[in-house]
T-cell receptor
Framework: EAQVTQNPRYLITVTGKKLTVTCSQN?????MSWYRQDPGLGLRQIYY???????DKGDVPEGYKVSRKEKRNFPLILESPSPNQTSLYFC?????????????FGSGTQLSVL | AQTVTQSQPEMSVQEAETVTLSCTYD???????LFWYKQPPSRQMILVIR??????QNATENRFSVNFQKAAKSFSLKISDSQLGDAAMYFC???????????FGTGTRLKVLA
């Protein structure tokens, strides 16, 4: 089944404790991206990747890191989480970035930083 | 910069009635597409409908249709014969070929009343 797998689904952590949210797609997609969703703000792009080893900042990259060592995986790393990073996070992918390509989304990660 | 505005944070519709969700955007790009995504309580993001900006004909997918006014930069979603399963958060997302970013609106929460 074609899908974007995101783990964990829920995560509670404490300030400063490094964490990684994993994202993997099995569709051979070139484009992958991360979003955070906050009430009243919609989805905001954190980072995106056009292909292996090619990543770039979205609109809200501060406090986050990503890597794209393999085509299928695009983990989101919070080196020192803070409470303002409490949010719902989505990973998404598409075959390529073209303006007509729809995004395939993971099921989301609800992160709480205490 | 590309921006998108959904001016209705919440709307309600009676089952079997018709409702229209509004979306306006601003872009300097000439090549772009417009998407509506639905997010039910399960959190899964689902593509509802897609419109090519170069097409004058409005897109239709079963009970869902758009009213695309290019000059006014308006892209509203009309849901006919509303069903309980239509209750969700709806996000408008214009995408332009030159930016490599997907921009989402702040969302409209639709309630369907039985």
């Amino acid at each position: 089944e074609a899908q974007v797998t995101q783990n964990p689904r829920y995560l509670i952590t404490v300030t400063g404790k490094k964490l990684t949210v994993t994202c993997s797609q099995n569709m051979n997609h070139e484009y992958m991206s991360w979003y955070r969703q906050d009430p009243g703000l919609g989805l905001r792009q954190i980072y995106y990747s056009m292909n292996v080893e090619v990543t770039d900042k979205g609109d809200v990259p501060e406090g986050y890191k990503v890597s794209r060592k393999e085509k299928r995986n695009f983990p989101l790393i919070l080196e020192s989480p803070s409470p303002n990073q409490t949010s719902l996070y989505f990973c998404a992918s598409s075959f390529q970035y073209r303006s007509n390509e729809k995004l395939f989304f993971g099921s989301g990660t609800q992160l709480s930083v205490l | 910069a590309q921006t998108v505005t959904q001016s209705q944070p919440e709307m309600s519709v009676q089952e079997a009635e018709t409702v229209t969700l509004s979306c306006t955007y601003d872009t300097s790009e000439s090549d772009y597409y417009l998407f509506w995504y639905k997010q039910p309580p399960s959190r899964q993001m689902i593509l509802v409908i897609r419109q090519e900006a170069y097409k004058q004909q409005n897109a239709t997918e079963n009970r869902f249709s758009v009213n695309f006014q290019k000059a006014a930069k308006s892209f509203s979603l009309k849901i006919s014969d509303s069903q309980l399963g239509d209750a969700a958060m709806y996000f408008c997302a214009p995408t332009a070929s030159g930016t490599y970013k997907y921009i989402f609106g702040t969302g409209t929460r639709l309630k369907v009343l039985a």
